[in-house]
């Protein structure tokens, strides 16, 4: 064989390659409900003012747990189920259609590699939570709906990884490294940015992050009032989150058609 003819069979294996890596295969249609829920979480999360014009949630994919599912780039209260796309976990599309996606798609797929346990995830920039990823006192458990904060909430520290950014998780070693620091955690501030928040369902994560701004706030007004504040004993949180999903059906179903309800 020829040194020209070894290159150009280099040359189409990378391509080959690279091609395979633009385009995952996919893993089937999605179930039907998945696709409801995870729109309805969209709609959910914007009417709460958890996710904004920014920000984003996202499912593992119920036939395939190396692909998850994830708007094209759009305000989560314009999502619609034509606007879910399939991702396989280093973020690249399955069949991109020319759509432009989230640039901090990688949050998803990084965490997802490293948390079998997580099915659904968020990214907010809630206003709330900022003050406790650019100070030094952590978030702690202050109201009972949010007793899974008992479980710690670390901070990102993005320079720690990467010096000088945006401050946007743009690759996937920027992915990892907030993989990284969420550990076993069930969410991680954003030093400056926000958080992630995981679950095991999307009515979790919905739940969790709705009520971890919530409790962000609440420990807030509890600080300014000057004295001692009680935070909820790691056995009470421990006896919270055994019976965790009692009555979380019933505030979805709210949720869920007072944000559909809007045009
Ligand atoms: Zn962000």
């Given at each position: 064989m020829t040194l020209f003819t070894i290159c150009v069979a280099i040359s189409v294996c990378a391509l080959r390659l690279a091609a395979a890596q633009q385009a995952p295969a996919s893993a089937g249609p999605p179930d039907p409900q998945l696709i409801d829920e995870l729109v309805a979480a969209n709609r959910i999360l914007a009417d709460q003012s958890v996710l904004d014009g920014w920000g984003h949630v996202s499912v593992r994919h119920n036939r395939d747990s190396n692909r998850y599912l994830l708007s094209r780039s759009l305000a989560p209260e314009l999502v619609s189920a034509d606007d879910i796309m399939e991702f396989d976990l280093d973020s690249?599309?399955?069949?991109?259609?020319?759509r432009s996606l989230y640039t901090e798609r990688y949050i998803h797929g990084e965490i997802y590699k490293a948390r079998p346990d997580v099915i659904a995830i968020v990214h907010t920039h809630a206003p709330a939570l900022i003050p406790f990823g650019i100070s030094n006192v952590p978030l702690k458990p202050v109201y009972h709906r949010s007793a899974f904060v008992s479980a710690g909430v670390p901070v990102f520290e993005i320079r720690e990884r990467a010096g000088m950014t945006d401050m946007l998780i743009r690759d996937r070693a920027l992915g990892r490294a907030l993989a990284d620091a969420l550990g076993d955690h069930p969410a991680a501030l954003m030093r400056g940015h926000g958080a992630v928040i995981v679950g095991p369902s999307i009515q979790r994560v919905v739940g969790r992050s709705i009520f971890l701004p919530l409790n962000a706030s609440l420990q807030m007004q509890a600080a300014a009032l000057g004295t001692a504040v009680t935070y909820l004993d790691p056995e009470e949180a421990r006896k919270i989150e055994a019976r965790e999903g009692y009555g979380l059906g019933r505030a979805w179903e709210a949720w869920k058609r007072k944000a559909m309800a809007k045009p």
């Open positions: 690249n599309p399955v069949d991109r259609r020319g």
